[in-house]
């Protein structure tokens, strides 16, 4: 089985080795062996957990959230509502950012092409364009 030092997985992740320790303190990375001279050993499951862990913070769930999912997921069988409820919370949290960035992206192509119209105009010597015309 392939192992991975603290160095390793940070670099992976583009975590910081502090923000890896955390997670281990918060039991969001169990298990982790340690060798002879104390070094953490990480292997293929942790690796796949920090995969989830990572995702989750993209998506903007909290730490309190993660840590508790992962929680659940130990007795998946018992608490299926649960981490489905969890889950569909966060969904709905990621659409609705997505719908915003959406938006937010149409606004920027918007003044792109309103300025470009305007750079446009100053090196052709035309009229200005109004904004009004940019507008969705």
């Not at 309190?64 to 992962?70: A, E, G, K, N, Q």
């Not at 608490?79 to 889950?87: N, T």
């Not at 149409?106 to 200005?128: C, F, M, P, Q, W």
Request: one cysteine or more.
């Amino acid at each position: 089985m392939k192992t991975y030092t603290i160095k390793e997985i940070s670099e992976l992740f583009h975590l910081p080795a502090s923000t890896l320790r955390y997670y281990e303190d918060m039991g969001i990375l169990p298990q982790v062996e340690r060798t002879a001279s104390g070094q953490r050993v990480y292997t293929e499951d942790h690796v796949g957990r920090l995969k989830a862990v990572c995702c989750f913070k993209r998506a903007g769930v909290t730490i309190s959230d993660i840590s508790r999912y992962f929680l659940l997921e130990d007795d998946k069988f018992t608490h299926i509502d649960d981490i489905l409820l969890l889950l569909a919370k966060n969904k709905a949290s990621m659409e609705a950012k997505i719908e915003q960035l959406s938006a937010d992206l149409t606004h920027i192509n918007e003044k792109l092409a309103y300025y470009g119209a305007i750079k446009k105009a100053i090196e052709e010597k035309r009229e200005l364009p109004s904004w009004k015309d940019y507008m969705d």
